[in-house]
Nanobody
Framework: QVQLVESGGGLVQAGGSLTLSCAASGRTFSRSAMGWFRQAPGKEREFVAAITSSGGNTYYTDSVKGRFTISRDNAKNTVYLQMNSLKPEDTAVYFC?????????????????WGQGAQVTVSS
């Protein structure tokens, strides 16, 4: 089991940048692929990005490709989401999650540990 705590959310103008961090505790972090999801008001939680346990491979949803970067530091038990060129439609609560394996996947049901979420608001 992995315990996750997100930080770094906030309010930013369109075109700006934010970096989310997710601090993990638990022995399995370095063996778990990690993902970021987001949920806007009235919408389903959707996949944003994922990274393999080693950090060697990443996967993004089309709407954030070229703008967001997921990375991890296994020595610090932390995963990051660098968000550039933010748009109002990126406004959501962002959740980090630990997968049940080391491989990347956009499937929510493959992630069994979740953080509490961090609010990101992008103003136009």
């Amino acid at each position: 089991q992995v315990q996750l705590v997100e930080s770094g959310g906030g309010l930013v103008q369109a075109g700006g940048s934010l970096t989310l961090s997710c601090a993990a505790s638990g022995r399995t972090f370095s063996r778990s692929a990690m993902g970021w999801f987001r949920q806007a008001p009235g919408k389903e939680r959707e996949f944003v990005a994922a990274i393999t346990s080693s950090g060697g491979n990443t996967y993004y949803t089309d709407s954030v490709k070229g703008r967001f970067t997921i990375s991890r530091d296994n020595a610090k038990n932390t995963v990051y989401l660098q968000m550039n060129s933010l748009k109002p439609e990126d406004t959501a609560v962002y959740f980090c999650a630990a997968a049940s394996s080391g491989s990347v996947t956009p499937r929510r049901d493959w992630y069994n540990d979740w953080g509490q979420g961090a609010q990101v608001t992008v103003s136009s």
